[in-house]
């Protein structure tokens, strides 16, 4: 949360009406916490969908039952969370 008090430091210069500034702080944080919280929500998410998929081995319509969405988004999470973790393993890889 303290990107946001950064931010508006290096902006100051712009704001028009500083009795507003603490307004806009308090909103820049409210905000930035609901991204952070709906982001680990979302990799929750993915990685539930990937146990129940390739450790339970459930097929889509009983992923999208037990977590109460449906298999359209069971297939969104799957794909993402699988591209994230290709993308985790290529960075960790072996350096040449």
């Not at 459930?58 to 994230?84: C, F, N, W, Y």
């Amino acid at each position: 949360m303290q990107d946001c008090f950064i931010a508006l430091h290096r902006a100051w210069w712009r704001v028009r009406d500083t009795s507003t500034a603490l307004f806009y702080l308090r909103r820049s944080v409210i905000n930035k916490s609901r991204s952070v919280l709906r982001r680990r929500a979302v990799a929750g998410r993915q990685r539930e969908v990937l146990v129940l998929r390739y450790y339970a081995d459930l097929p889509e319509t009983q992923i999208a039952a037990v977590l109460g969405i449906t298999r359209g988004s069971v297939k969104v999470h799957a794909a993402r969370a699988r591209d994230a973790l290709r993308a985790a393993l290529a960075d960790s890889g072996p350096s040449t």
